[in-house]
């Protein structure tokens, strides 16, 4: 059964304080994803990540940056929170091939005050 | 461009009515498309998938290349249909997805 969990349910950090979101997934995958979710907009891809070290801009990157030191963990990294900010961060993993479904990790949301 | 439209933010039906969950798409070639499900307090999961042509929980969807568009249908909702659905466009060969806005899926009893 695939596992994606993330660090935190909930999180409230101020205005400029740097945000480190966890995400770690125990199948082995190559693929690994951060959304942001907004009602009205959908997932919005913020990158992702096809192997380690290795990372690619999505549709929204701006503000944020990602780490893949290791194949099983891909971090997510607000380096100054602001309010626009404010959201739920869904953390995603895949294989590689282009049918395979993506797991979710259950999210975390930020309230950035 | 490519883009997943889902026109409806909320569907409100009744146990045992019809459910059409309306999806187009935009992408030049050809499209692999998804429903992905979000029940309340649980996590984003598959439903379907285009390829598979498979029935999930009563669920079908149909790729109509001619209206670009991937419907999800049931003949007969049920309340614990009630949930978000999000369509969503595989982009490239990355395995990247483009997702729709989703739409709210409330069954009334």
């Known amino acids: 059964d695939v596992k994606v969990t993330q660090s935190s349910r909930y999180l409230v950090k101020r205005t400029g304080e740097k945000v480190f979101l966890e995400c770690v997934q125990d199948?082995?995958?190559?693929?690994m994803f951060w959304y942001r979710q907004d009602p009205g907009l959908g997932l919005r891809l913020i990158y992702f990540?096809?192997?380690?070290?290795?990372?690619e801009k999505g549709d929204i990157p701006e503000g944020y940056s990602v780490s893949r030191e290791k194949k099983e963990r891909f971090s997510l990294i607000l380096e100054s929170a602001s309010t626009n900010q404010t959201s739920m961060y869904l953390c995603?993993?895949?294989?590689?091939?282009?049918?395979?479904?993506?797991?979710f990790g259950p999210g975390t949301r930020l309230l950035v005050l | 461009a490519q883009r997943v439209t889902q026109p409806e933010k909320l569907l409100s039906v009744f146990k045992g009515a019809p459910v059409e969950l309306k999806c187009n798409y935009s992408?030049?070639?050809?499209?692999?498309l998804f429903w992905y499900v979000q029940y309340s307090r649980q996590r984003l999961q598959l439903l379907l998938r285009?390829?598979s042509r498979e029935s999930i929980k009563g669920f079908t969807a149909d790729l109509n290349k001619g209206e670009t568009s991937f419907h999800l249908k049931k003949p007969f909702a049920q309340e614990e249909d009630s949930a978000m659905y999000y369509c969503?466009?595989?982009?490239?060969?990355?395995?990247?997805?483009?997702f729709g806005q989703g739409t709210t899926l409330q069954v009334k009893p």
């Open positions: 995603a993993s895949s294989r590689p091939a282009t049918q395979e479904t993506q797991y």
């Open positions: 199948m082995d995958h190559e693929n």
């Open positions: 990540s096809y192997d380690v070290k290795m990372k």
């Open positions: 992408y030049s070639g050809s499209p692999e």
């Open positions: 285009h390829i």
């Open positions: 969503a466009l595989l982009s490239g060969n990355t395995g990247k997805l483009i």
